[in-house]
């Protein structure tokens, strides 16, 4: 192929937007420019001032595969990761069988290389007896076979439950790669469900949701992952941070271990406990959305740095499974090819710069997980890359999920994923380029 001069475009990363033309060839950045230069023989996109920025990171999603294929698989979620400007995805680890051994992490790299359209990672999956596994493939160099050691503080989808103290603190203990904690206390739950059984039988509205998954579940088992890092100097990433409480407690976190990241996901910033009553199973998720002004805080955190990167927690479910009475609907929102628009959505809307976007989407996510060459829009880089039209509103329809529905369906986005690249291949044109992410570990945070 020859190279590609994308001219006339508004250029945002995680540090300035400004007027400009980029240009790649053999799927990597070769000039980034602000007056278009000449380059013989370039195929010439007139951007038309859309935005062009780097294409998204998306560090949690559940692609289902192996084991959950019914709802999902890596090629369908894939395709619709990139078609919602993802292009690159770290998958978690509670699939069947649990991904908490490198032979389950081959598996997944050789089945994502043969289906994939999005480059693609994979989290390893920790339990409460694995740590000194790990620990061993990291002294072993293996720690590029995986991005990071999934934690699982409180149940959910797969049921990979950590619950062991002496566990949690091995694990925290670990060097080289970071920690992402799902942060629930699974005592005040079971104690919330059995209150709500006792009120309700098993006609429990999905109205409950956010009082059995409570903000007091989050908030404990946060604080617990928060002090644990703190005093182990741990590189730790909070995941789908649902509550005010928690962003006050991570703000402050941080002061004490830079190395302590959050993550939030479009759920928490576009819908609230008002929903609950009309969409039921739809909007059923762990953590359970809260209310609105939990949104709002969440929201600011976004715009001050707080939140530092957006996950999607992509994890599809049929329609038939989520339109099922409370107890027996499981939890997750199949979101990935809506995140990037949703957000950006919410950004115009409450005047938080594209930059922040460039930095939550795919700079900062590439810095907490060592992605090399990915993530950034410089010299060098792989060209996974997204054209943007902020201007473009419109309804959103029938997503390219497996499972075929999303919860924003329905809702009204204003800006469109326009084009995508994947290692300079565009999306769409019938040839896929995606690539395994090679992990490099960071500096260790300090007490």
Same mark, same amino acid.
């Given at each position: 192929?020859?190279?590609?001069?994308?001219?006339?475009?508004?250029?945002?990363?995680?540090?300035?937007?400004?007027?400009?033309?980029?240009?790649?060839?053999?799927?990597?950045?070769?000039?980034?420019?602000?007056?278009?230069?000449?380059?013989?023989?370039?195929?010439?996109?007139?951007?038309?001032?859309?935005?062009?920025?780097?294409?998204?990171?998306?560090?949690?999603?559940?692609?289902?595969?192996?084991?959950?294929?019914?709802?999902?698989?890596?090629?369908?979620?894939?395709?619709?990761?990139?078609?919602?400007?993802?292009?690159?995805?770290?998958?978690?680890?509670?699939?069947?069988?649990?991904?908490?051994?490198?032979?389950?992490?081959?598996?997944?790299?050789?089945?994502?290389?043969?289906?994939?359209?999005?480059?693609?990672?994979?989290?390893?999956?920790?339990?409460?007896?694995?740590?000194?596994?790990?620990?061993?493939?990291?002294?072993?160099?293996?720690?590029?076979?995986?991005?990071?050691?999934?934690?699982?503080?409180?149940?959910?989808?797969?049921?990979?439950?950590?619950?062991?103290?002496?566990?949690?603190?091995? /694990?925290?203990?670990? !060097?080289? $790669?970071?920690? #992402?904690?799902?942060?629930?206390?699974?005592? @005040? %739950?079971?104690?919330? +469900?059995?209150?709500?059984?006792?009120?309700?039988?098993?006609?429990?509205?999905?109205?409950?949701?956010?009082?059995?998954?409570?903000?007091?579940?989050?908030?404990?088992?946060?604080?617990?992952?928060?002090?644990?890092?703190?005093?182990?100097?741990?590189?730790?990433?909070?995941?789908?941070?649902?509550?005010?409480?928690?962003?006050?407690?991570?703000?402050?976190?941080?002061?004490?271990?830079?190395?302590?990241?959050?993550?939030?996901?479009?759920?928490?910033?576009?819908?609230?406990?008002?929903?609950?009553?009309?969409?039921?199973?739809?909007?059923?998720?762990?953590?359970?959305?809260?209310?609105?002004?939990?949104?709002?805080?969440?929201?600011?955190?976004?715009?001050?740095?707080?939140?530092?990167?957006?996950?999607?927690?992509?994890?599809?479910? /049929?329609?038939?499974? !989520?339109? $099922?009475?409370? #107890?027996?609907?499981?939890?997750?929102?199949? @979101? %990935?090819?809506?995140? +990037?628009?949703?957000?950006?959505?919410?950004?115009?809307?409450?005047?938080?710069?594209?930059?922040?976007?460039?930095?939550?989407?795919?700079?900062?996510?590439?810095?907490?997980?060592?992605?090399?060459?990915?993530?950034?829009?410089?010299?060098?880089?792989?060209?996974?890359?997204?054209?943007?039209?902020?201007?473009?509103?419109?309804?959103?329809?029938?997503?390219?999920?497996?499972?075929?529905?999303?919860?924003?369906?329905?809702?009204?986005?204003?800006?469109?994923?326009?084009?995508?690249?994947?290692?300079?291949?565009?999306?769409?044109?019938?040839?896929?380029?995606?690539?395994?992410?090679?992990?490099?570990?960071?500096?260790?945070?300090?007490?």
């Amino acid at each position: 192929m020859p190279p590609t001069l994308l001219k006339n475009a508004l250029i945002v990363t995680g540090s300035f937007a400004t007027r400009g033309a980029l240009a790649f060839d053999g799927g990597r950045i070769t000039g980034i420019w602000q007056e278009a230069p000449f380059i013989p023989n370039a195929i010439e996109i007139d951007l038309g001032g859309r935005i062009l920025m780097a294409g998204g990171i998306d560090a949690h999603v559940h692609f289902r595969e192996p084991g959950l294929t019914w709802k999902a698989d890596m090629e369908s979620e894939s395709l619709a990761a990139a078609m919602g400007g993802i292009t690159t995805f770290l998958d978690m680890p509670n699939t069947a069988p649990p991904t908490t051994a490198l032979e389950e992490i081959e598996w997944k790299l050789s089945r994502a290389a043969a289906t994939s359209t999005a480059n693609y990672g994979f989290h390893i999956g920790a339990t409460n007896t694995n740590s000194a596994q790990i620990r061993d493939y990291l002294e072993s160099g293996l720690g590029n076979m995986f991005a990071g050691i999934k934690v699982f503080m409180g149940s959910s989808t797969g049921n990979m439950l950590v619950d062991k103290d002496l566990a949690l603190e091995d /694990l925290f203990r670990i !060097k080289g $790669k970071t920690i #992402l904690v799902h942060c629930e206390d699974e005592g @005040t %739950i079971k104690s919330n +469900l059995q209150k709500a059984k006792d009120r309700y039988g098993d006609n429990i509205p999905f109205s409950e949701h956010l009082f059995i998954r409570s903000r007091e579940a989050c908030v404990k088992s946060t604080r617990k992952a928060l002090d644990l890092a703190i005093k182990y100097g741990t590189r730790l990433h909070i995941l789908h941070v649902s509550t005010k409480e928690e962003v006050r407690m991570i703000r402050e976190a941080k002061l004490l271990n830079p190395g302590i990241t959050a993550e939030t996901s479009a759920n928490y910033l576009w819908f609230s406990d008002e929903d609950y009553p009309k969409m039921e199973g739809r909007l059923k998720c762990n953590p359970a959305v809260k209310s609105a002004s939990d949104r709002k805080a969440l929201i600011e955190a976004l715009k001050d740095g707080t939140i530092d990167t957006i996950g999607s927690d992509h994890a599809p479910h /049929l329609a038939e499974e !989520k339109a $099922k009475s409370y #107890l027996n609907c499981p939890s997750g929102l199949p @979101t %990935i090819q809506q995140s +990037l628009p949703a957000v950006m959505t919410i950004a115009l809307r409450e005047g938080i710069p594209l930059t922040r976007l460039a930095s939550v989407f795919s700079e900062k996510a590439s810095e907490v997980f060592g992605i090399q060459d990915r993530g950034r829009l410089e010299e060098g880089c792989y060209a996974d890359l997204v054209v943007i039209d902020p201007n473009k509103e419109y309804i959103v329809g029938k997503p390219a999920y497996k499972c075929g529905w999303t919860p924003y369906e329905g809702q009204t986005f204003k800006g469109s994923v326009d084009m995508v690249w994947v290692n300079g291949e565009l999306i769409g044109a019938g040839k896929k380029a995606a690539m395994k992410c090679d992990f490099a570990p960071g500096p260790h945070s300090t007490q």
